[in-house]
């Protein structure tokens, strides 16, 4: 496991000096950005803080009001307003320049730009009208790198009622030979669909188009949509089950490149987005869910490393085959990674385990039989975290048997919570148990 | 999805924020500074996961600095932690052992390599290469002028 090294403030010369090491910025020890920083690692109160970014506030209007002011020193410019506003100072006068500088600035003066304008806008900013036409200009680039910021730019920050005006260039993107413009390309519609679906209704054989990709990485682009399109009417894309399990199958296999790999386990993320989209599609349906029987069985049996990315994955697969249509051998098999989970002593993975129970608990409240003892010492444990993820599986368990105690334990538990949220919900919930059996009494002194 | 992507120090202090979900500017430091509190009165030995609000936060300690990633309910939190495990890598992998300072120096590099990882609140790119790529060919284009 990698440490952040820290790097003492003696380092901070060598940094600001004209000849660093590779990747570290360049900065020259008379830059204004390399004395804001500067500035800001010796400060040491709030007040301090608020007297720093003030006067470089005004700085900075002053400089991008100037106009002799060069792209480059822009680029500095902007950076410097992007620090006064992650520590909570409004720079609104820098707003119509960051756009400027995605006009007007060279390649990495650009990028620039385009950052700012996604860190500083939002989509009902008047100004963001402006940088539709430096979006339409850089798609039509010849530089590949343009043409990537700008449909990353589109991807964060666009205006709805534009999206027709670039919406044929960036589908035009879609048949690009390089993987890097059709995969951004893919995640700008998938930007469009979730602001305006209507939009993009007519393109759905497109996505299609790119879920066959032969580039891995355009078809997981295409896997965002179909998330989407598939929790909202799984019965239209039933007939991609299959193209879905054999993609996942594929994986499963180390059919891609190796620098898929995260820690030797093939793209895990991919696989946890292939998981979600054939649950969504085997719910409640015999038929769809016994096309993926197999390689959901593969998926937990492959996933058995020791290491928190196959835990997430084996998390996601339970949750999977207790989501799909129920096939006995599969249940029993998730149910036992279930309690591996709970019984583990690390901390995480027993945290995942009562999310899981609580999870399947609602089809089978038997699943919790074999864990009582361990859900007994999770009540008492001294991680508030686990304490509540026990509450909360408990609360699903409830029956005329148990109840009483289980609402003692809840409002012991109110006791301790210090913020409304945790208050509301235990509330919420004992009170629906009291609703549910009126007639248990609870022990004297709860 | 993804709600927010922190890097705040043990003395609070924000050295990367990225907002998924629109939060006002004003609120934004106080929710920073509750964040690192919350994680900072966690033991070693405590859960990674802390409900917050009405939704989760996900961390992880690297030397002074916490990676907080705020979660919404539906998210696999264990896929979030390994999530940030694997953007330090990316980090390591350009800085060459990333450290606090080089963030600092190099916040809009840092962001650029965030905005290949994490769009609209979900996970685009995990790959390391891919995730580099844009901005080594900055750096090569920077260089050749």
């Known amino acids: 496991m990698s440490d952040v090294v820290e790097k003492t403030l003696s380092a901070l010369p060598s940094l600001l000096s004209l000849d660093s090491q590779p990747g570290a910025g360049k900065l020259s020890s008379t830059s204004k950005l390399g004395n804001l920083i500067r500035g800001i690692t010796e400060l040491t109160s709030k007040h301090e803080e608020e007297k720093l970014i003030i006067k470089e506030l005004a700085s900075i209007k002053e400089q991008v009001a100037s106009p002799n002011t060069t792209m480059r020193q822009m680029k500095e410019a902007m950076v410097r307003a992007i620090y006064c506003e992650m520590l909570g100072y409004q720079a609104p006068f820098s707003y119509i320049h960051a756009v400027k500088l995605a006009q007007q600035g060279s390649v990495l003066e650009k990028r620039v730009g385009y950052l700012a304008v996604s860190l500083f806008l939002n989509e009902s900013d008047e100004f963001l009208l402006l940088l539709v036409n430096t979006v339409l200009k850089d798609l039509q680039s010849t530089s590949l790198m343009e043409v990537c910021m700008a449909l990353t730019a589109v991807s964060q920050v666009f205006p709805r009622d534009m999206i027709p005006s670039v919406l044929p260039l960036v589908e035009e993107k879609l048949t690009h030979p390089k993987e890097i413009i059709r995969r951004k390309a893919v995640l700008a519609l998938y930007k469009f669909y979730l602001i305006a679906p209507n939009q993009v209704q007519h393109i759905h054989s497109k996505f299609r188009k790119a879920l066959c990709d032969k580039d891995p990485g355009v078809m997981t682009a295409s896997l965002h949509i179909y998330l989407q399109l598939v929790k909202e009417s799984p019965e239209s894309y039933k007939d991609l089950t299959e193209s879905f399990v054999t993609i996942l199958r594929q994986v499963l296999a180390g059919k891609l490149p190796m620098d898929f790999n995260y820690h030797s386990v093939p793209a895990p993320w991919l696989q946890i987005q292939l998981l979600r989209i054939l649950a969504h599609l085997g719910k409640e349906d015999q038929s769809t869910s016994e096309m993926m029987y197999d390689v959901l069985e593969e998926s937990l049996r492959r996933a058995e490393m020791n290491h928190n990315i196959t835990y997430a994955i084996l998390y996601e697969c339970v949750k999977s085959i207790y989501t799909v249509f129920p096939k006995a051998e599969l249940l029993e098999k998730a149910a036992k990674c279930i309690g591996n989970f709970v019984q583990s002593p690390k901390i995480n993975l027993k945290y995942l385990g009562l999310k899981a129970l609580t999870y399947v608990v609602t089809q089978d409240a038997n699943l919790a039989l074999p864990h009582q003892m361990t859900i007994i010492e999770c009540l008492d444990h001294s991680d508030i975290i686990i304490k509540r993820a026990t509450l909360d599986l408990l609360f699903r368990i409830t029956n005329a048997q148990n109840v009483a105690v289980i609402v003692e334990k809840m409002l012991a538990f109110l006791r301790l919570c210090t913020d409304e949220y945790c208050t509301v919900d235990l509330v919420g919930k004992v009170a629906e148990l009291a609703e549910k059996y009126p007639f248990i009494k609870a022990k004297p002194g709860s | ?145």
């Open chain 2, 1 to 145: 999805m993804i709600k927010f992507f922190l890097m705040v120090n043990k003395q609070g202090q924000t050295r990367l924020s990225k907002y998924y979900e629109q939060v006002d500017i004003g609120k934004r430091p106080s929710l920073e500074a509750d964040v690192v509190k919350g994680c900072l009165t966690r033991k070693k030995e405590q859960c990674s996961f802390v409900e917050y609000k009405d939704f989760k936060l996900v961390y992880r300690q690297y030397a002074a600095l916490f990676i907080v990633v705020g979660i919404s309910d539906t998210e696999n939190e264990l896929s979030i932690y390994e999530l940030i495990h694997n953007f330090v890598e990316v980090l390591d992998k350009y800085f060459s052992r990333v450290s606090e300072l080089d963030i600092m120096f190099n916040l809009d590099k840092v962001h650029v390599i965030l905005d290949e990882m994490i769009q609209n609140g979900h996970i685009v790119e995990t790959n390391k290469n891919r995730i580099l790529a844009p901005l080594l060919a900055l750096d090569k284009m920077a260089e050749a002028h």
